[in-house]
T-cell receptor, first 114, second 114 residues
């Protein structure tokens, strides 16, 4: 079963509004990452938060992590039409044997209307 | 650097035909992956290779084979294509980057089996 599950599956907002996407996971993690996928393209890394961090910012992106609830949220502030894409969380599991393995969720499809 | 390069970008096969999807990365990464992406299903791992000379099954390996030809190249073969294999296929590699494991994706191969 999926390690990460994003919520909601789809989100439609107006330009200028904030967009919040959530991710829940099941097992202990080393870090959690968010990726973006434009239509028809590969995924691109956006931001990473380590298991000992609670909040991280990068430009208009804000990521939070609650390890007690095994959840993370991605906030995009002042959204633009160009933010329209699918957003995936990915978890890096917390044991050395899987150093290279990232487990992806199903994604949230964000649509920002101009 | 080209990153992760996949070929072809598009392919139409008849049921029962075979083909090989090619993937190469120039980032000296040890781990490489093949995913398929279907509407509403997110990314599902088909096979992965943690290092040159090793391959392991992922979540949905049936109907596929892989070859880790060398550190750069990881190919995915469909021996007898079925309509259920119509999907978008992504190759990815992971490397240790800025203190954490990060995934880099190819642009995808859109495969239709008729």
């Amino acid at each position: 079963s999926q390690q990460g599950e994003e919520d909601p599956q789809a989100l439609s907002i107006q330009e200028g509004e904030n967009a919040t996407m959530n991710c829940s996971y099941k097992t202990s993690i080393n870090n959690l990452q968010w990726y973006r996928q434009n239509s028809g393209r590969g995924l691109v890394h956006l931001i990473l938060i380590r298991s000992n961090e609670r909040e991280k910012h990068s430009g208009r992106l804000r990521v939070t992590l609650d390890t007690s609830k095994k959840s993370s949220s991605l906030l995009i502030t002042a959204s633009r039409a160009a933010d329209t894409a699918s957003y995936f969380c990915a978890t890096a599991l917390n044991y050395g044997g899987s150093q290279g393995n990232l487990i992806f969720g199903k994604g949230t499809k964000l649509s920002v209307k101009p | 650097n080209a990153g992760v390069t996949q070929t072809p970008k598009f392919q139409v096969l008849k049921t029962g035909q075979s083909m090989t999807l090619q993937c190469a990365q120039d980032m000296n990464h040890n781990s490489m992956y093949w995913y398929r992406q279907d509407p509403g299903m997110g990314l599902r791992l088909i096979y992965y290779s943690a290092s040159e000379g090793t391959t392991d099954k992922g979540e949905v390996p049936n109907g596929y084979n892989v070859s880790r030809l060398n550190k750069r190249e990881f190919s995915l073969r469909l021996e007898s294509a079925a309509p259920s294999q119509t999907s978008v296929y992504f190759c990815a590699s992971t490397g240790y980057f800025r203190g954490h494991t990060e995934a880099f994706f190819g642009q995808g191969t859109r495969l239709t089996v008729v």
